[in-house]
C-alpha cells in the first residue's frame, strides 16, 4: 500500500524567504508524484508532478521538487515567497494501478 | 481529524449502465465538495464544485448530463455516471470543505471505476 506524510501540517515564512514543504511517501511501485495547491473554497491547482523522468522537476509560480528515492521524499521548494503563495499544499503519490493518496496538507502563511 | 469516506472504492460495470458513487463527510459539515477525475499519470482534474443546496457547477468540457451531482444535505454528495462506456473508465476522487474544518480541504480515498 502506498502512503504520503506530510511533515508539517502549517509553515510560516516572511515574505522573500525561502519557501520548504516536506513530503515522505511510502510506495511498493514506481510512483507518480504530485503537488497541489488549493486557495480558500477553490479547487485544487497543480503545481508539479514527477513521472520517472527528471528528478528535479519544475512547476508553476517558481515552485520546485525534487524527487530522492533513497530517501523516498519529494519535498517542495521555491527560492523566494510571495503574498500570494499563502495557501495549503498537498503531496499526493500514485501508483501504476491509478489509485491516489493524498497528504494531509501543509497550510503556508505569508508574512509581510 | 475529519474524515471523508467515499464508496465504492471499485466499481466494474457493463457498458451502458450508471454507476453511483457517494461521497460523506462524517463529522464535520461539507458546505462545497469538489469532484475530481485523474487519468494514469497524468493530474486531477476538477470536474464539478458543488454547493449544498444549489446545482453544481461544471467546468468547461464536462458533461453535466452525463455526470449528475447531487449535493442534497451538508455530508452526502453523490456522482453518478450515466450511460458509462470504456472511456469514463478512470479514477474519481472527490474532496470536501466547510464547518467547522475552516477551509481546509479533506480527501476521499477514491474511487477507481472500469466500465466494459
Known amino acids: 500500500a502506498q502512503s504520503v506524510t506530510q511533515l508539517d501540517s502549517h509553515v510560516s515564512v516572511s515574505e522573500g524567504t525561502p519557501v520548504l514543504l516536506r513530503c515522505n511517501y511510502s510506495?511498493?511501485?514506481?510512483?507518480?508524484l504530485f503537488w497541489y495547491v488549493q486557495h480558500p473554497n477553490k479547487g485544487l491547482q497543480l503545481l508539479l508532478k514527477?513521472?520517472?523522468?527528471?528528478?528535479l522537476v519544475k512547476g508553476i509560480n517558481g515552485f520546485e521538487a525534487e524527487f530522492k528515492k533513497s530517501e523516498t521524499s519529494f519535498h517542495l521548494t521555491k527560492p523566494s515567497a510571495h503574498m500570494s503563495d499563502a495557501a495549503e499544499y498537498f503531496c499526493?503519490?500514485?501508483?501504476?494501478?491509478?489509485?491516489?493518496?493524498f497528504g494531509a496538507g501543509t497550510r503556508l502563511t505569508v508574512k509581510p | 481529524g475529519a474524515v471523508v469516506s467515499q464508496h465504492p472504492s471499485r466499481v466494474i460495470c457493463k457498458s451502458g449502465t450508471s454507476v453511483k458513487i457517494e461521497c460523506r463527510s462524517l463529522?464535520?459539515?461539507?458546505?462545497?465538495m469538489f469532484w475530481y477525475r485523474q487519468f494514469p499519470k497524468k493530474s486531477l482534474m476538477l470536474m464539478a464544485t458543488?454547493?449544498?443546496?444549489?446545482?453544481?457547477?461544471?467546468e468547461q468540457g464536462v458533461e453535466k448530463d452525463k455526470f449528475l451531482i447531487n449535493h442534497a444535505s451538508l455530508t452526502l454528495s453523490t456522482l453518478t455516471v450515466t450511460s458509462a462506456h470504456p472511456e469514463d473508465s478512470s479514477f474519481y476522487i472527490c474532496?470536501?470543505?466547510?464547518?467547522?474544518?475552516?477551509?481546509?480541504?479533506?480527501f476521499g480515498s477514491g474511487t477507481q471505476l472500469s466500465v466494459l
Open positions: 514527477y513521472t520517472s523522468a527528471a528528478t
Open positions: 463529522d464535520f459539515q461539507a458546505t462545497t
Open positions: 458543488s454547493n449544498e443546496g444549489s446545482k453544481a457547477t461544471y
Open positions: 510506495s511498493s511501485y514506481s510512483p507518480s
Open positions: 499526493v503519490v500514485s501508483d501504476n494501478n491509478n489509485d491516489m493518496r
Open positions: 474532496s470536501a470543505t466547510g464547518q467547522p474544518t475552516n477551509e481546509k480541504l479533506f
